[in-house]
């Protein structure tokens, strides 16, 4: 029953910028983390960012951190990742997360996983 649904991918140039939306729905989302993770086939899944429910705490990959920003806005039961700066190496599908998480990067096991948007970052 629960849904989450990414959106916003495509295709920039290096350097450009890019935000991505993931909006859950099917439930009461109170108190769960929302993050980011990405894929590369070859490569395994990632993380990238995470923020806690009240959007106070927020943890960030060492590569992206310092380009790219998590928000969120509960009222909407949506989660944002913008992405300043990107590089060729920040292509991926990028998948959205949603739950308790063990400690700031781990999402529980019975998390939620959107399907993925694909970013594509060109030299």
């Known amino acids: 029953q629960v849904q989450l649904v990414e959106s916003g991918g495509g295709l920039v140039q290096a350097g450009g910028s890019l935000r991505l939306s993931c909006a859950a729905s099917?439930?009461?989302?109170?108190?769960?983390?929302m993050g980011w993770f990405r894929h590369t086939p070859g490569k395994e899944r990632e993380f990238v960012a995470a923020?806690?429910?009240?959007?106070?705490?927020?943890h960030y990959a060492d590569s992206v951190k310092g380009r790219f920003t998590i928000s969120r806005d509960n009222a909407k039961n949506t989660a944002y990742l913008q992405m300043n700066s990107p590089k060729p190496e920040d292509t991926a599908i990028y998948y959205c997360?949603?739950?308790?998480?063990?400690?700031?990067?781990?999402?529980?096991?019975?998390?939620?996983w959107g399907q993925g948007t694909q970013v594509t970052i060109s030299s």
């Open positions: 997360v949603l739950g308790n998480f063990y400690g700031d990067r781990k999402p529980a096991s019975d998390a939620y």
């Open positions: 099917g439930r009461t989302f109170i108190g769960y983390t």
């Open positions: 923020i806690t429910w009240n959007g106070v705490n927020t």
